[in-house]
């Protein structure tokens, strides 16, 4: 029976990628494991002249003309068949038995609705401050990256949990959506997540100097601030950006810079939300 016939199966990985023709770069992310054992469902964000085909039973691909991580991750999600879900980017690897950890971890937390786990750098060192043992996720979901996410397919639709498409690469706030993500979770009361102590995935190594630096960062934070706090947001831009300055991320002379833009980010959210 092929893939697309089946109501559903038991675990499948959502991959998010741009402007692909060929399947060649699955073979990497999959070479400490076999690929015919697994199944996905690719999001291919590109133009209708670089469609991307799967003959492969076990992969589905869906060619999306328009852009954003979030909408790619909110496709991938309404058009998931799996009980349990992995969200994925193209440039990961997996670790052997990353989907026995996972299934396992389900297992033994019989009432998880969703469960991050960790990821382990390409130089060999985990990828973050994780906790280290299992724990709910309220005081850590801050760190999680997309890429550690699973969760019960029917438990996130039912709920009606998706990304918000403001935010995300690719949107006009290109950061902090898995912030919003989990804080939509949370907000439900009825979805039990877990983080897991067990490492699933490969990523090359994150700056945190390079990013907390960047104008994207400081755009997209300040738009989050102004969502959750309205004009009271401008206590945390400040709170921000004394922060960057104390820990030597920042000049005092490039505050200045940071605020001009702070507003013009919170300027274009208003403008989004409310027309003015």
């Keep these: 029976m092929n893939i697309s016939e089946k109501t559903h199966i038991p675990f499948e990985i959502l991959v998010a990628t741009t402007n692909r023709t060929t399947l060649d770069f699955i073979d990497n992310m999959f070479k400490n494991n076999v690929l015919e054992h697994y199944h996905l469902l690719i999001i291919n964000q590109t133009s209708e002249h670089k469609l991307l085909v799967s003959h492969k039973p076990n992969i589905r691909v869906i060619n999306a003309f328009e852009t954003g991580l ?57 990828y973050s401050d994780y906790p ?92 989050l601030f102004y969502k959750k706090h309205g004009v009271f947001g401008w206590l945390y831009v400040i709170k921000l950006l004394f922060s960057l300055v104390r820990n030597n991320y920042i000049g005092f002379g490039e505050v200045s810079h940071k605020l001009q833009v702070a507003k013009k980010s919170i300027d274009t959210f208003k403008h989004m939300i409310h027309g003015k």
Excluded: W
């Design 70 to 126: 979030s909408r790619s991750r909110n496709l991938a999600i309404q058009h998931a068949i799996g009980d349990i879900c992995l969200l994925a980017d193209d440039d990961v690897v997996f670790l052997e038995g990353f989907e026995n950890k996972i299934m396992e971890s389900y297992d033994q937390l019989k009432d998880a609705d969703l469960i991050t786990f960790k990821t382990i750098t390409t130089e060999n060192k985990p």
């Design 132 to 223: 280290k043992k299992v724990t709910g996720l309220e005081d850590f979901y801050r760190k999680v990256l997309s890429i550690e996410i699973t969760f019960k397919r029917d438990v996130i639709l039912k709920n009606n949990i998706s990304f918000n498409e403001n935010f995300g690469l690719g949107s006009v706030f290109q950061d902090c959506e898995n912030r919003l993500f989990f804080e939509d979770v949370f907000t439900t009361k009825q979805i039990k997540a877990y983080f897991s102590p067990e490492f699933i995935v490969v990523h090359k190594p994150f700056s945190t100097s390079d990013e907390v630096t960047s104008d994207r960062y400081m755009f997209a934070r300040s738009a």
